[in-house]
């Protein structure tokens, strides 16, 4: 016997303006609009451990125990809720990761994070006023002078 073919699915599709959402579940029982939002806070969840594993690698851990290992974890959450605030606080174009590696530079230094944070996009817009955008060169400018006539494009 098929255990799929004696299940309900219900699809739920959420339209807007500029996108559309298909959701498929087996839980018939719960609206839809709850279907919604179980699944946009899961989608939360799913991002914030991809920003997890992407700026506080736990590839080795400290301790051999199991309590060892829970802390670790448990501080690499605490610090990436910590960025996660500092990050909205300061409401800038800076990147999370470029933070990260910030803050992990300066971890040791006894010195205001948000001063260092502003320091930083400060000598960044005077970086972006003093040199103009680069273009990429053309494959002609790679090429040495006298090869460009042998060549066909």
């Known amino acids: 016997m098929d255990l799929a073919a004696t299940r309900l699915f219900c699809r739920i599709s959420l339209v807007s303006l500029d996108s ?9 029982d719960i ?8 699944y946009k806070n899961r989608w939360q969840i799913e991002k914030f451990f991809k920003k997890l594993k992407q700026n ?20 690499a959450l605490i610090a990436l809720m910590l960025l996660q605030v500092l990050h909205k606080e300061n409401t800038s174009t800076l990147a999370f990761s470029i933070l990260a ?6 971890l040791m230094n006894y010195i205001s994070i948000t001063h260092i944070i502003k320091h930083y996009k400060k000598k960044r817009e005077r970086k972006k006023a003093i040199s103009p955008p680069q273009t990429k060169p053309q494959a002609k400018q790679m090429i040495h002078p006298h ?7």
Do not use: K
Not at 20 to 28: L, R
Not at 64 to 73: K, S
């Open 101 to 106: 590696s910030i803050v992990r530079l300066h």
């Open 147 to 153: 090869l460009q006539g042998q060549l066909a494009f």
């Open 31 to 38: 609206e839809a609009m709850q279907i919604v939002e179980i």
């Open 20 to 28: 559309t959402f298909i959701y498929i579940t087996n839980h018939v």
């Open 56 to 75: 506080f690698p736990l590839t080795y851990f400290l301790g051999d125990n199991v309590n060892a290992i829970e802390i670790q974890i448990w501080c």
